[in-house]
T-cell receptor
Framework: QKEVEQDPGPLSVPEGAIVSLNCTYS??????FMWYRQYSRKGPELLMY????GNKEDGRFTAQVDKSSKYISLFIRDSQPSDSATYLC?????????????FGTGTRLTIIP | NAGVTQTPKFQVLKTGQSMTLQCAQD?????MYWYRQDPGMGLRLIYY???????DKGEVPNGYNVSRLNKREFSLRLESAAPSQTSVYFC?????????????FGEGSRLTVL
């Protein structure tokens, strides 16, 4: 079983819809949670970062962490065609081995104009 | 500001050939990384360098070697390429602490081993 599970999609939604992207994980030691966005043929770029449980909002994006359920979500409001990309969740244990960041496999999202 | 630059962007190798992927960053970051990305597997860490002069193995180091040439440059070498090393390779650098620092990625190097 993978430490981090993410539905690969693809997910297609009409422009303006609310998008929900999710990851589940098995290791309760994860404390730092991130969402990266990766456009086609490009490298990932950090979109949202959250520590422990709770919500964090940045413009049209909201990241949510539920540690009791080992479940994280990224919500995109008023989705735009420019949001079409692959979204990768990532998480890390504090001070573990200096550098281990575990990524999900990514969900490919297409926003239809 | 170029960020993280990788060369080459594309490469085709025959089994047994060797090659080096080059990476340079201009953000004065201490830590640098090499990842590979495969369908259904996500990003997996090959090697990393926490600071100039140090390198450490990640999840999937077999078949690879690295060199941290200076603070800016971190290269990945395949000594004897195998078809299983067909992948997209990403170099990254990090600002800030190990827990919270953001990773900055290059655009990737697409390698095919025949």
């Amino acid at each position: 079983q993978k430490e981090v599970e993410q539905d690969p999609g693809p997910l297609s939604v009409p422009e303006g819809a609310i998008v929900s992207l999710n990851c589940t994980y098995s290791n309760s030691a994860f404390q730092y949670f991130m969402w990266y966005r990766q456009y086609s043929r490009k490298g990932p770029e950090l979109l949202m970062y959250t520590y422990s449980s709770g919500n964090k909002e940045d413009g049209r994006f909201t990241a949510q962490v539920d540690k009791s359920s080992k479940y994280i979500s990224l919500f995109i409001r008023d989705s735009q065609p420019s949001d079409s990309a692959t979204y990768l969740c990532a998480m890390r244990r504090p001070n573990f081995g200096n550098e281990k960041l575990t990524f999900g496999t990514g969900t490919r999202l297409t926003i239809i104009p | 500001n170029a960020g993280v630059t990788q060369t080459p962007k594309f490469q085709v190798l025959k089994t047994g050939q060797s090659m080096t992927l080059q990476c340079a960053q201009d953000m004065n970051h201490n830590s640098m990384y090499w990842y590979r990305q495969d369908p259904g597997m996500g990003l997996r860490l090959i090697y990393y360098s926490a600071s100039e002069g140090t390198t450490d193995k990640g999840e999937v180091p077999n078949g690879y070697n690295v060199s941290r040439l200076n603070k800016r440059e971190f290269s990945l070498r395949l000594e004897s390429a195998a078809p299983s090393q067909t992948s997209v390779y990403f170099c990254a650098s990090r600002e800030g602490s190990a827990n919270t620092g953001e990773l900055f990625f290059g655009e990737g190097s697409r390698l095919t081993v025949l």
